[in-house]
Each structure stands twice: as C-alpha cells, then as structure tokens.
C-alpha cells in the first residue's frame, strides 16, 4: 500500500513538473514572439527615419548647391540663370547682306531670372540682330541641333554645338513649357563682323 502510495506520489510529481514546464515553453514563445515582433518594429522605424534623415540631408545639401547669376554690367560678362522659352525665326541670307544662305535662328525668350544686370544688358543691346525684348539669340538650328558662333578674348569666332538632349528641350519648350538654362557670356574687348548663327552667350546649358 505503501508502494503504490509512493508511485502515486511519483506520478503526480511527474505531472506537475510536466505541466510546468509545458507551461514555461508557451510563456517563453510568448516572449520570443513578442521580442521578434519588437525587433521587428524597430526596423521599420529606423528604415523610415533613415529615410526622412536621408531626404533632409538630400534637400540641405541642394541648398547648399543653390547659386546666384553673376552676370555684371561692368565687363559685361558672367553667369546668368534663365528660365523661358524659345521663338524661331527664319532668316534670309540677302536681307542680312550674307551668303551663307537661309536659316532658322532661335531667340531665348526670358520669362524669369535673377539677374537684373542681364536684362539691363539686353535692353542696352537693343537693335542688334542678336538680341530682342528680353530675349538673346541663342543660334541656328540644324537637323534639330543647335549651333552657334561665339567670339570671346579667349576664342575668336568658335563653333559650338549643343547636345542633341538639351538640344530637344530647347526647341520644345513653349510659354506654358519653360526651360531652364545657364548662360556664360565671357569677357570679350574685340569686335569683327558675325555671322548669322551668332551668339553673344559663350556657352549654354539646360539645367534640370
């Protein structure tokens, strides 16, 4: 009697060691999964704050980017920053007493900027072929490729051709299409004849 006494005793220690522990199991995996899901949560957060501090950093350092024309009306030279749209014109090589026959020349029309020496400068131009109401030429066009002659003190009467992209920008934009561009006008103390597809702006260049 004793014995079995002794089993029973055994057994029900057994169990409750059992159920114990089977209940140790289930509150550890609710731990772990509470823990993974913690982890979890983290992740994200630190992915999406990642992201907002990559996108600070991305817009302080276009800031940090951000420049001024520097286009003077002292040596008539400089940098200007445009926005605008371009007009074509044909011209007939007879009416500019010029044999280099017919072409479509591009006037830049100016509908913003931050330089105001540049639209003094315009305006002081007026009447010369090159130039129009706040507009500047910008060259001829050629098999959808803009052309143009520059003369500078650092090179006298240079061919330059815009890329076949800002090429297309150019010629597509309109008055509710405007198109932005850098324009470098270099300092230039000489004078000599020009030809048609002349360009007081040394070098141009669309900007996004």
């Known amino acids: 009697m004793e014995e079995k006494s002794n089993i029973l005793v055994i057994l029900l220690i057994i169990v409750i060691i059992s159920i114990g522990l ?3 199991i289930v509150f550890q995996k609710k731990i772990n999964n509470s823990v993974s899901l913690d982890s979890k949560e983290i ?3 630190q992915i999406i704050q990642d992201k907002e ?3 600070k950093k991305e817009e302080e350092i276009k800031k940090e980017e951000k420049v001024n024309s520097t286009f003077s009306l002292i040596d008539e030279a400089g940098i200007a920053y445009v926005e605008g749209y371009v007009e074509k014109e044909h011209r ?3 009416m500019y007493f010029s044999d280099e026959g017919d072409v479509d020349y591009l006037l830049f029309h100016i509908v913003n900027t ?3 020496d540049f639209l003094k400068w315009i ?3 007026k ?3 090159f130039v129009g109401d706040k507009a500047i030429g910008i060259g001829c ?3 959808n490729i803009i052309e143009y002659y520059n003369s500078s003190d650092e090179k006298e009467d240079a061919q330059y051709r815009i890329s076949k992209n800002d090429s297309e920008k150019i010629i597509n934009s309109t008055k509710d299409n405007l198109v932005k561009l850098k324009l470098e006008r270099k300092v230039y103390t000489g004078g000599s004849g020009t030809p048609m597809c002349y360009s007081h702006i040394t070098n141009i260049n669309v900007i996004e």
Do not use: A, M, P, R
């Open 92 to 94: 007939s090589g007879t």
């Open 127 to 129: 009447g010369n072929s």
């Open 141 to 143: 066009l050629n098999d």
């Open 22 to 24: 089977g209940g140790y």
């Open 43 to 45: 992740e994200k957060k």
């Open 114 to 116: 931050d330089s105001n």
């Open 53 to 55: 501090n990559k996108k």
């Open 123 to 125: 305006e002081n131009s």
